[in-house]
């Protein structure tokens, strides 16, 4: 189940994530259909922190499919994170 393996890191997740990186993930998320233009926007003016917890979580809510979605783009975009965060 993807959407546990989101939830177990999230909080690393939070904590690690930088902001370019997390606004590419926003992108590639809103390009593949994952979230809507009022979800990219409810997270726009938050800070880093907020901004990957909203993520992290609408994704996860969303299923599988999404977490999924979430974890490949996080592959692609930061490969160190992704393997520290075990979702390689």
Do not use: H, Y
């Not at 994530?17 to 590419?24: G, T, W």
């Not at 390009?31 to 609408?58: F, H, N, P, Q, Y």
Request: charged share 30%; glycine share 4%.
């Amino acid at each position: 189940m993807t959407e546990e393996k989101l939830k177990s890191v999230r909080t690393q997740f939070v904590s690690r994530v930088s902001e370019p990186v997390l606004q590419k993930l926003l992108d590639k998320l809103l390009e593949c259909g994952v979230i809507t233009d009022d979800e990219m926007d409810l997270s726009g003016t938050a800070k880093r922190a907020a901004k990957a917890r909203v993520v992290i979580d609408t994704v996860r809510r969303k299923g599988s499919e999404a977490s999924s979605a979430l974890i490949s783009a996080l592959c692609e975009e930061d490969q160190w994170l992704s393997t520290e965060l075990n979702l390689t």
